[in-house]
């Protein structure tokens, strides 16, 4: 990957995050204030974020009900583009989560986060349900 596309990919990936940070700052700021018209603004806020929410199982017999095993949350595609990856347990919670950016033709590339950008974004998976019908 060129400097040009990594620097691309990584700020669409620093955004996505500053973005996730500020939707977790609102959710917690609406929680506290005990407005329920705030509240669901802000979840509102956080169910739209994704562009798109895919789940995928792992390897199965034939016959047996397939069970979410991965899951990926689209936040911003073309060039640069951002995503959210991670694994499911046994409930369909998320762990070991990872925000990535990838620009034209260059493979994706996972971002470092401090630990308050990983609470964030344990966080904000753990928003949705990743569920296979």
Known sequence: MNNTTAAAAEAEARATMRAISDL??????????????????????????????????????????LEPAEFRLEMSGGGPACRIVGSLDQHGAPYAVEIQGQDWFT???????DAADRADLDWFASFFEFVIS
């Open 24 to 65: 977790r700052a609102a959710y917690d700021l609406a929680l506290a204030s005990g407005s329920g018209t705030q509240l669901d603004d802000a979840m509102r806020a956080i169910d739209e974020a994704p562009a798109g929410v895919s789940v995928r199982s792992g390897w199965q017999s034939l016959g047996d009900a």
């Open 107 to 113: 493979p994706w590339a996972t971002l470092p986060l």
